[in-house]
Nanobody, 127 residues
């Protein structure tokens, strides 16, 4: 069974950066899109950024566009989310997820259902 393990979360001050990693095991990532989602307390889970199987196409939520960068290394079976200029409103649990339905990044990020999820990593942005 596919396993996704996120790492890299933590407590940072506003304006600083973090890089999240998601290692996927027991699965060949080559043909599947993957995405990063987040869920803040009391809010619904939302798509942050999604990337196509070979990395040629990516999607970003408006709230993170220009600050976050998604990338993937299919040899290492790992996906990354570089988060710059972090804001307090970025505070949330961040999940990586595998799209077995192979939707486009834009559509996949908009449809929170039908993803295979990791356990999440907490990101807290506070002074």
């Amino acid at each position: 069974q596919v396993q996704l393990v996120e790492s890299g979360g933590g407590l940072v001050q506003p304006g600083n950066s973090l890089r999240l990693s998601c290692e996927v095991s027991r699965f060949n990532l080559d043909y599947y899109p993957i995405g990063w989602f987040r869920q803040a307390p009391g809010k619904e889970r939302e798509g942050v950024s999604c990337i196509s199987s070979r990395g040629g196409t990516s999607y970003y939520a408006d709230s993170v566009k220009g600050r976050f960068t998604i990338s993937r290394d299919n040899v290492k079976n790992t996906v990354y989310l570089l988060m710059n200029s972090l804001k307090p409103e970025d505070t949330a649990v961040y999940f990586c997820a595998l799209d077995l339905s192979r939707r486009s990044p834009r559509r996949g990020c908009a449809e929170v259902s039908d993803w295979n999820w990791g356990q999440g990593t907490q990101v807290t942005v506070s002074s």
